[in-house]
């Protein structure tokens, strides 16, 4: 069983990677240093060090702790992995991209940061393509064919997915509606050739 982390631990893990949030807002990730994130959060430099090697460890830590939360998301929708392809309705998907949604929302302040600075491009693009990866297994995509209607349709969800984060144009319920429609309708095109 894992140690669960004590109290002051989450506490200043949170306080840290909200300072690095609203300093590189302000000003930019590559003109943030870690003794402006530690004062920024009231943390002692020590202690920053006892958690992260530097502040790209720390974006690192923060996306990865991410990405852990959507794959653990993905796992527990086996009932896609279960069911044949030609038998998932389009109510399975929009409950799928709904949990999805849920998860990512109260990241947006810091996805929206990495998508903004150009030299954190590198992190977002790990998140899509471990979300690519996942999605890519679970519909067993095998063929040349089935391969180029999911990279559409990926790429299609991946421009949705960053409108909403970065703009939010649409509410969680309605990105979830056009995801989810997107979904089936090329997931009927692969039920087709497979």
Excluded at 83 to 103: A, D, K
Excluded at 117 to 129: A, K
Excluded at 142 to 171: A, C, D, H
């Amino acid at each position: 069983m894992a140690k669960k982390e004590d109290l002051r631990v989450i506490k200043t893990k949170s306080s840290l990677k909200k300072a690095l949030i609203d300093l590189t807002n302000e000003k930019g990730f590559d003109n943030v240093s870690v003794i402006d994130i530690v004062n920024k959060a009231n943390v002692n430099r020590n202690t920053f060090y006892l958690h992260y090697e530097n502040k790209e460890d720390l974006i690192k830590k923060i996306v990865l702790e991410i990405s852990i939360n959507i794959e653990k998301k993905l796992k527990a929708t086996t009932f896609l992995k279960k069911t044949p392809l030609y038998s998932i309705s389009e109510i399975h998907i929009r409950w799928y991209f709904r949990n999805l949604l849920m998860l990512i929302e109260p990241n947006i302040p810091l996805l929206k940061t990495i998508m903004l600075d150009n030299s954190l491009n590198g992190y977002i693009n790990e998140l899509f393509s471990l979300l690519k990866n996942q999605l890519s297994d679970l519909l067993m995509v095998k063929n040349p064919r089935s391969n180029l209607i999911f990279e559409y349709t990926f790429s299609g969800m991946v421009g949705l997915t960053t409108q909403w984060i970065l703009y939010s144009p649409t509410t969680l319920n309605e990105t979830t509606k056009i995801l989810a429609s997107l979904a089936y309708t090329s997931l009927r095109q692969f039920v087709e050739i497979n």
